[in-house]
């Protein structure tokens, strides 16, 4: 879960003027372009004022599977291998399901 002190802290950083406030009194400036991504589990102690300062995205992991990791994977190729994408995705998808499948298995 987000730690509801140190998030606090955060929030000056979440803000637009991106200046991280730290317990010493040092303020430090991030620059316009900077992006700030946390995973976190759940946002049971996260305050109001921290969740209105994020773009929240929630996706259930049953939802995406491990399909799209590995379509994002070979979309990614260095282009000497972009050719054997199609076996690629082929091979894994066979050696993930029969994997899966066996380690189902009761």
């Known amino acids: 879960p987000v730690d509801a002190v140190w998030v606090e802290n955060l929030n000056t950083v979440l803000d637009d003027n991106k200046k991280l406030c730290l317990n ?17 589990e759940d946002l049971a102690v996260a305050s109001p ?24 994977w070979c ?7 972009k050719d054997q994408s199609p076996l690629l995705q082929e091979i894994m998808e066979y ?3 029969s994997s899966w499948e066996m380690g189902s298995r009761k």
């Open 24 to 40: 010493s009194g040092e303020i430090i400036k991030l620059t316009p372009v900077t992006t700030m991504m946390f995973e976190v």
């Open 49 to 72: 004022a921290t969740v209105s300062r994020c773009g929240m995205v929630f996706l259930e992991q049953q939802d995406i599977g491990w399909q799209v990791l590995m379509l994002s």
């Open 75 to 81: 979309e990614r190729l260095p282009d000497r291998l």
């Open 95 to 97: 050696s993930v399901e």
